[in-house]
């Protein structure tokens, strides 16, 4: 299987695990929700290395780094998005994506001076106007009732760059090793982070009241989104590089929507479609883009007028 199939099949596995998300939040909370989450995904991904321990054969230093990177791309990272799930919508959430390369590429400029063509400038404008236009668009479900999504949103947008410094640390720190390792142990280090706040924190009585169809949310969310899917990406990241990769980010969108739409009853919003159609033309500039050029110039000429 190409590593651009595989980028593929892990961006639709995550658009759907938005609107799944959602749906499972309704009968348990996000702590609850994320330690059943990363202990399945750490259970599949040890049997896909063989059950071997993944936790040794690393220095104390580079456990250390295991740890931010999993805090800022697993445990904490799916945390957040958790949390902003259950006060927005999948559509919304799955708009709010598409601008992960645009923060990757902010990071990779302004905290490691990479370089950007001097147009990139017009690409973040388009990104940031889209971005305001998804946070202040209404959503709508069947039968008509809007929703409020406004709160949700900016904490969504807050976890795209927790995202950005896990793929950019993993490619820096790790690039050279066993992505399915570093897989299994960014899951591991999830799960044992949030087993801790899920006994102490009073959430296990909430496993005894799950409906099975949440359990399907759960083993698919584990199974799936974190085991299969994050796999997937990080040998991405490690053949294409931080950058390249995310630009796959782009296609994430469009089956949060259907997600949405099919198992949540959401429907489309115009004003979130143009934001979000905004956003992926600034990514598609960023990554190398060249349709369209002289309407960036002219976004561009009136960001750098004094």
């Keep these: 299987m190409s590593i651009y199939l595989k980028l593929l099949l892990a961006i639709c596995i995550w658009g759907f695990a938005l609107s799944l998300t959602k749906h499972a939040l309704t009968e348990m909370s996000p702590v609850t929700l994320i330690t059943l989450r990363c202990s399945l995904g750490w259970l599949a991904l040890w049997g896909f290395g063989g059950f071997r321990n993944c936790l040794s054969g690393w220095t104390s230093g580079e456990l250390l780094k295991l740890f931010v990177i999993s805090t800022s ?176 980010l782009y296609l994430e969108p469009l089956t949060a929507l259907l997600g949405g739409t099919l198992l949540l009853g959401e429907q489309p919003s115009a004003m979130a479609a143009l934001g979000g159609l905004l956003i992926l033309y600034g990514v598609y500039w960023i990554n190398g883009g060249r349709v369209g050029v002289r309407p960036l110039k002219a976004v561009y000429g009136l960001f750098s007028r004094p």
């Design 73 to 248: 791309g697993v445990w904490f990272h799916q945390l957040v998005q958790a949390y902003a799930l259950s006060r927005t919508s999948a559509h919304h959430a799955g708009w709010l994506v598409g601008a992960a390369p645009l923060v990757t590429a902010a990071v990779m400029r302004y905290m490691f001076s990479e370089k950007l063509g001097k147009l990139v400038a017009a690409g973040f404008g388009l990104g940031f106007a889209g971005g305001v236009l998804i946070v202040f668009s209404k959503q709508s479900v069947s039968g008509g009732t809007v929703i409020p999504t406004g709160f949700g949103d900016f904490i969504f947008i807050s976890s795209m760059l927790t995202w950005a410094l896990y793929s950019i640390f993993s490619s820096r720190w790790f690039g050279g090793r066993s992505f399915l390792k570093l897989t299994q142990t960014n899951m591991a280090i999830g799960a044992l982070a949030m087993l801790p706040i899920f006994f102490f924190g009073g959430y296990a009585p909430q496993l005894g009241q799950l409906s099975p169809k949440a359990w399907g949310c759960v083993l698919y969310l584990g199974l799936l989104s974190s085991a299969l899917g994050y796999y997937f990406w990080n040998l991405g990241v490690e053949e294409l590089g931080p950058s390249r990769a995310s630009a796959f």
